[in-house]
Nanobody, 123 residues
Framework: QAQLVESGGGLVQAGGSLRLSCAAS????????MGWFRQAPGKEREFVAT???????TYADSVKGRFTISRDNAKNTVYLQMNSLKPEDTAVYYC?????????????????WGQGTQVTVSS
């Protein structure tokens, strides 16, 4: 069973950058697909980005060209580099792991979730 811990959230002005990290426990991290989701107040949790075990990457249209997902299997960590942040990016960001290795945009595909980290973008 994997445990996920996010870090790197905070308050940033519009146009700024943040890098989120998600550290995973367990020896099978390299076979997991990893995803980032976010949830703003009063809204559904939505897909942001995913990276499969083979480094296949997909982004939500709303973050394409601004966010970059990557992974370091030696460190059991997945990252989300967020540039050109907008106020509408404000949300709690969650890391998730799919032990089947596929991932995707459907949150029901993921088996494990972190506790989330708050990202607030001021205008």
């Amino acid at each position: 069973q994997a445990q996920l811990v996010e870090s790197g959230g905070g308050l940033v002005q519009a146009g700024g950058s943040l890098r989120l990290s998600c550290a995973a426990s367990g020896r099978t991290f390299r076979w997991y697909a990893m995803g980032w989701f976010r949830q703003a107040p009063g809204k559904e949790r939505e897909f942001v980005a995913t990276i499969s075990w083979s480094d296949s990457i997909t982004y939500a249209d709303s973050v394409k060209g601004r966010f970059t997902i990557s992974r370091d299997n030696a460190k059991n960590t997945v990252y989300l580099q967020m540039n050109s942040l907008k106020p509408e990016d404000t949300a709690v960001y969650y890391c998730a792991a799919d032990q089947e290795g596929i991932g995707g945009s459907n949150r029901r595909s993921y088996d494990y979730w972190g506790q989330g980290t708050q990202v607030t973008v001021s205008s």
